[in-house]
């Protein structure tokens, strides 16, 4: 049940999906790796909306060079883990929603054990190899992963649903970060970030359609959107083995 301060806080979002959305929100669980440039911005969505519980995983630490993206450090914050100050600052924006971290690197027997307890998973990363560990835990576990991934004034975002469309390999065949320092625009992760808070709020609450087996390709410096449809690989070392859902 939603408190009388619930009703109040979220009266505006309680106007499209109604209270049963609203009550599937504040019972879930949603894992977030990385609370950079995406993260940062997701993890604001996420508790703003009102889910349940924020499970948040980075091991970096606030530098002067992430200010110009990662709108939730101030100067302030610079020395000190990511997750400590996303918790202490998500916590005052929302103090009815859980907040879990865990200031280390994701390696695959931390996704394992996290990914599990999620409902959803939410990728925040800017690497493709914790990339692949996420989305290879997420099809074990048949959880549903939201990706997305900046360059520049580019961007990318993708649903994987295992078993009802492609896993991130079947789309992106493995590979390495190549790039010590990815060039972004500030703006950039705040555009991807939010479709993919609108993603996971859509999911959770039954809420529209997800973008499954659908590519989202933006382009800020022609300002354009694009949609490639895609499909699994019948030979992915991922997800192949996986019967095919409906």
Same mark, same amino acid.
């Given at each position: 049940?939603?408190? +009388?301060?619930?009703?109040?806080?979220?009266?505006?979002?309680?106007?499209?999906?109604?209270?049963?959305?609203?009550?599937? &929100?504040?019972?879930?669980?949603?894992?977030?790796?990385?609370?950079?440039?995406?993260?940062?911005?997701?993890?604001?969505?996420?508790?703003?909306?009102? /889910?349940?519980?924020?499970?948040?995983?980075?091991?970096?630490?606030?530098?002067?060079?992430?200010?110009?993206?990662?709108?939730?450090?101030? !100067?302030?914050?610079?020395?000190?883990? +990511? #997750?400590?100050?996303?918790?202490?600052?998500?916590?005052?924006?929302?103090?009815?929603?859980?907040?879990?971290?865990?200031?280390?690197?994701?390696?695959?027997?931390?996704?394992?054990?996290?990914?599990?307890?999620?409902? &959803?998973?939410?990728?925040?990363?800017?690497?493709?190899?914790?990339?692949?560990? &996420?989305?290879?835990?997420?099809?074990?576990?048949? +959880?549903?992963?939201?990706?997305?991934? #900046?360059?520049?004034?580019?961007?990318?975002?993708? #649903?994987?649903?295992?078993?009802?469309?492609?896993?991130?390999?079947? #789309?992106?065949?493995?590979?390495?970060?190549?790039?010590?320092?990815?060039? /972004?625009?500030?703006?950039?992760?705040?555009? !991807?970030?939010?479709?993919?808070?609108?993603?996971?709020?859509?999911?959770?609450?039954?809420?529209?359609?997800?973008?499954?087996?659908?590519?989202?390709?933006?382009?800020?410096?022609?300002?354009?959107?694009?949609?490639?449809?895609?499909?699994?690989?019948?030979?992915?070392?991922?997800?192949?083995?996986?019967?095919?859902?409906?």
């Amino acid at each position: 049940m939603l408190s +009388k301060d619930e009703l109040v806080r979220y009266d505006r979002q309680l106007r499209i999906f109604g209270s049963e959305g609203q009550e599937r &929100l504040k019972s879930s669980s949603v894992l977030l790796v990385g609370v950079g440039g995406l993260g940062s911005i997701i993890s604001l969505y996420l508790v703003a909306a009102g /889910i349940g519980k924020l499970v948040l995983v980075d091991e970096g630490v606030v530098e002067l060079s992430n200010l110009n993206r990662q709108v939730l450090y101030t !100067m302030d914050d610079i020395g000190r883990y +990511k #997750v400590e100050v996303a918790k202490e600052k998500l916590s005052r924006l929302n103090p009815n929603v859980e907040i879990e971290i865990h200031s280390e690197k994701l390696t695959p027997e931390l996704a394992d054990k996290l990914v599990k307890k999620a409902d &959803l998973v939410v990728d925040g990363l800017d690497n493709w190899d914790a990339r692949y560990i &996420l989305n290879k835990a997420c099809v074990e576990h048949k +959880k549903i992963f939201i990706h997305a991934g #900046v360059h520049g004034l580019y961007g990318q975002l993708l #649903v994987v649903s295992p078993g009802k469309g492609p896993c991130l390999a079947c #789309v992106f065949k493995k590979k390495s970060s190549v790039e010590e320092v990815i060039p /972004i625009l500030g703006s950039t992760p705040g555009v !991807m970030a939010s479709l993919e808070a609108t993603e996971a709020i859509k999911i959770i609450t039954g809420y529209g359609t997800p973008l499954i087996g659908r590519l989202l390709l933006y382009d800020g410096y022609r300002m354009e959107f694009n949609i490639v449809k895609v499909a699994r690989d019948p030979k992915c070392p991922i997800c192949s083995k996986l019967e095919n859902l409906k």
